[in-house]
């Protein structure tokens, strides 16, 4: 009885499979560097957070009416820092709040700029409340601070921002900034200011 041969594996060619395994190294190597390079690129770059704090502040023309009217003026010194040593920052859009107890007292912007590599730009924020309407409670809160000489506020940043490295820009981040509690004092009670470390999300 003859015994049926198992069929034979349908080889290819032999230089067919030398192509096939030639082409495969080739895209293997290719992955490994375009791999290395983003990561040697990475390393260069290494991104670092950006730093944000209050250096100074104080309340003057302060003015709250009997009916919780508010008027007053706001100066603070906001210190943004880009410690990066190969990436330069691009605020496009600026928006701060100064805030007592979740209320609103004033609005603002800081105008678009360009933060270079290695940089610290103080920025003096001249604030105001305009005839402000507080809520009892808020109000109540504030005129006992005020009799203590010094108040509670916090101050946030909204902006959009674009990183630069070399010539490539990327593409648009919302960065929030939270500065609090900010201890302010009022003008005529000025005592040292304690600076106040920023909370940033980008
Ligand atoms: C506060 O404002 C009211 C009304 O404008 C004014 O009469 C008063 O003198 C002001 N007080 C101070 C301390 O400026
Ligand atoms: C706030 O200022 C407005 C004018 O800018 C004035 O009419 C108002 O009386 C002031 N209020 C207080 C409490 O000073
Ligand atoms: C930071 O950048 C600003 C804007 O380009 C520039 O005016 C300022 O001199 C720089 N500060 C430092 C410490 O390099």
């Not at 067919?16 to 040697?40: D, E, K, Y």
């Not at 502040?57 to 007053?72: A, C, E, K, M, R």
């Not at 040593?85 to 004033?106: A, C, G, P, Q």
């Not at 070399?166 to 009670?189: E, L, N």
Request: hydrophobic share 40%; proline share 4%.
């Amino acid at each position: 009885m003859a015994t049926a041969k198992p069929p034979t594996p349908n080889q290819a060619t032999p230089t067919h499979s030398n192509l096939v395994r030639l082409i495969a190294i080739v895209l293997l190597v290719l992955i490994v560097l375009v791999g290395l390079t983003i990561l040697i690129i990475w390393l260069t770059i290494k991104p670092k957070k950006l730093v944000y704090s209050i250096d100074d502040g104080s309340i003057n023309n302060y003015n709250l009416s009997d009916g919780n009217h508010l008027n007053s003026t706001y100066d603070f010194i906001l210190r943004a820092y880009n410690p990066n040593k190969k990436v330069s920052v691009y605020y496009d859009k600026v928006d701060i709040e100064v805030l007592y107890d979740d209320e609103t007292l004033s609005r603002g912007i800081i105008d678009p700029f360009h933060q270079p590599k290695r940089n610290a730009t103080r920025f003096k924020l001249n604030l105001a409340s305009h005839d402000v309407q507080l809520s009892d409670q808020i109000a109540r809160d504030l005129k006992a601070e005020r009799t203590s000489g010094r108040v509670e506020m916090t101050v946030k940043l909204k902006a959009r921002i674009r990183f630069k490295v070399g010539v490539w820009k990327s593409r648009h981040y919302h960065m929030k900034v939270s500065c609090a509690p900010i201890m302010v004092h009022f003008s005529t009670s000025s005592r040292g200011f304690q600076r106040t470390m920023c909370d940033v999300d980008i």
